[in-house]
């Protein structure tokens, strides 16, 4: 909305800084740090009231519980304000016409949906584990294949993909492209739901890989920075700078109440839309192999559960004494304020040589 005042900058000159994408990123982050934890509280009493309780105990590994116990009742799906604190932030500072953000908007949305669908099941229906296992995947294949289809036939886009570190070797992948972003999407969304399993685990990681993604936005989508430094020049996508930066802020207020010991958690109504959501923006600002190493603890824990189901199918034995990781260091005897910081330390450490590597090329 106030995007839109720049346009009569040549009556107000002051309104002129609405166009200026880092003073409306900034705002959008502190728009969303302020929704949630001013109105933190009142959804928290809410989910409370209605009786949105987290189910915690654990059939499939009752030596987990012993953790878990003390976060039984724990109201959740406090994803519902998260997604509500974005959509309500780029309502006011973004540009609502750019095509990019229309797109991550929609993901959003769409994920956020499914997501809720998902916990309302858990919640309502005593001993489900919420949508199948397919269920979930269809849906997430679909949106998947319709970001990839809109990269493949959208000629300011390309299916070109770039190797870190290595400036000649590019790969086009064609119409294959469509499923690998579909890949990506439903590999994301799963992987910060699987990371979803500590106090302030997920969405601490979440802040830093959208800060990380927030500034490589900008320099993808500024012609000078990204030909300075040899990266693929996305017009528009800058744009994508402050859908990270409204991700960043609710995040860190997100945070205020997810903090151990945690007053609410998100749900699969804020995992699988976040997740998703930074899977897709990766995509269109041309960054996906990129996303591995930002994203590289939401990696390790989906392979820690890969491995371990593949290796109980195949040989009946398991790899770790629990899958996630996170909990496998539980049973290790971690305590979990030492597993998040830990996890949150080597997030940053990432993140950190995500930025490095767009001069090492």
Wanted: proline fraction near 3%.
């Amino acid at each position: 909305m106030f995007y839109y005042l720049s346009e009569f900058r040549d009556t107000v000159f002051a309104l002129n800084i609405f166009r200026y994408i880092t003073f409306r990123a900034g705002m959008a982050a502190v728009t969303t740090f302020l929704f949630c934890v001013i109105l933190g509280p009142f959804f928290i009493n809410k989910l409370r009231d209605l009786k949105v309780r987290e189910i915690a105990k654990r059939d499939d590994c009752p030596t987990l519980h012993q953790f878990q116990a003390a976060k039984e009742g724990t109201p959740t799906m406090g994803g519902i304000f998260i997604i509500g604190s974005i959509l309500f932030s780029m309502l006011l500072w973004g540009n609502l016409s750019n095509p990019y953000i229309c797109l991550t908007l929609f993901t959003c949305v769409w994920l956020a949906v499914l997501g809720a669908v998902d916990d309302y099941i858990k919640l309502s229906r005593k001993g489900q584990r919420g949508l199948t296992r397919r269920s979930k995947l269809i849906w997430q294949v679909m949106i998947g294949c319709f970001v990839g289809s809109y990269v493949y036939f959208n000629p300011g886009t390309s299916t070109k993909l770039s190797i870190p570190f290595l400036k000649t070797l590019i790969l086009n992948l064609g119409v294959f492209y469509v499923p690998f972003v579909a890949l990506i999407v439903v590999g994301t969304s799963n992987a910060v739901n699987l990371t979803d399993g500590l106090d302030g685990l997920a969405i601490g990681c979440v802040l830093v890989v959208s800060l990380t993604l927030g500034i490589l936005s900008y320099i993808t989508g500024h012609a000078v920075i990204s030909e300075y430094l040899f990266i693929p020049f996305v017009a528009g996508s800058g744009e994508l700078a402050v859908f990270c930066a409204a991700i960043t802020g609710a995040s860190l207020g997100f945070l205020w109440f997810n903090c151990y010991p945690a007053s609410v958690f998100m749900g699969d109504v804020g995992s699988l839309s976040l997740g998703g959501t930074l899977g897709v923006i990766a995509v269109l600002i041309k960054k996906e192999l990129l996303l591995v190493i930002a994203g590289g603890i939401f990696v390790v824990e989906a392979l820690s559960v890969i491995m371990q189901v593949t290796s109980f199918r195949l040989w009946n034995k398991r790899i770790f004494k629990v899958s996630p990781l996170h909990h496998h260091l539980q049973l290790s005897g971690w305590k979990e304020s030492k597993i998040i910081i830990r996890f949150w330390i080597i997030a940053i450490i990432l993140a950190l040589i995500t930025l490095t590597t767009l001069k090492i090329r």
